[in-house]
């Protein structure tokens, strides 16, 4: 029972190509996330979304494009793929905004843009 | 600029003795501290958390140290052992905000 799943967990592809990374969590939560980890290995904030509707945007550029269908599910879109994506992003997952503050990880997804 | 360091890359312990990893934050504001455990090609996975109205909170072998005052944290892991070997996350934040993510801290538990 996958708490938070994400897909693909590897994807290779070349620069300028447009992919898409899909999460979905089964906890009921209200509040998701997509963190990207960097080479620095630092866990950076991206996107928030709270029941559907976008929260926070960290200052990222517009080539990366959360959509929410629904609670369950926020997937990234990320378009003419550079060089400098290439991280593990992660998704997550939290059961409101405020209160209850552990956050639960997808397992990762591994992007290298070459 | 980073808000929360992890100062230590790396940390090796002997089987049996005390882990002890550190973690140092600058924003007053932060008022409930977590420490995640990540294995290689896993998610980060939720550990134990400390909120700003106290200082230590105790989970069987892991012990969360907060010192408001000096703006630090600590984990504590005793005894260690080998399966304890992973990178280990500090992780804060305040009210509604996303959690703002320590460099990480890798532990090597050698047997």
């Known amino acids: 029972d996958t708490a938070v799943s994400q897909t693909p967990k590897y994807l290779v592809t070349q620069m300028g190509n447009d992919k898409s990374i899909k999460c979905e969590q089964n906890?009921?939560?209200?509040?998701m996330y997509w963190y990207k980890q960097d080479s620095k290995k630092f866990l950076k904030i991206m996107f928030s979304?709270?029941?559907?509707?976008?929260?926070i945007n960290e200052t990222v550029p517009n080539r990366f494009s959360p959509k929410s269908p629904d609670k369950a599910h926020l997937n990234l879109h990320i378009n003419s793929l550079e060089l400098g994506d290439s991280a593990v992003y992660f998704c997550?997952?939290?059961?409101?905004?405020?209160?209850?503050?552990?956050?639960?990880f997808g397992p990762g997804t591994r992007l290298t843009v070459l | 600029d980073q808000q929360v360091k992890q100062n230590s890359p790396s940390l090796s312990v002997q089987e049996g003795r005390i882990s002890i990893l550190n973690c140092d934050y600058t924003?007053?504001?932060?008022?409930?501290f977590l420490w995640y455990k990540k294995y290689p090609a896993e998610g980060p996975t939720f550990l134990i958390s400390?909120?700003?109205?106290?200082d230590k909170n105790e989970d069987g072998r892991f012990t969360v140290f907060l010192n408001k005052s000096a703006k630090h944290l600590s984990l504590h892991i005793v005894p260690s052992q080998p399966g304890d070997s992973a990178v280990y996350f500090c992780?804060?934040?305040?009210?509604?905000?996303?959690?703002?993510f320590g460099k990480g801290t890798r532990l090597s538990v050698i047997a």
């Open positions: 997550a997952s939290r059961r409101s905004q405020t209160g209850d503050n552990e956050q639960f």
């Open positions: 906890l009921g939560h209200d509040t």
């Open positions: 979304y709270n029941n559907k509707e976008l929260i």
């Open positions: 924003n007053s504001m932060f008022d409930y």
């Open positions: 400390i909120s700003s109205i106290k």
């Open positions: 992780a804060l934040n305040s009210g509604n905000t996303p959690l703002v």
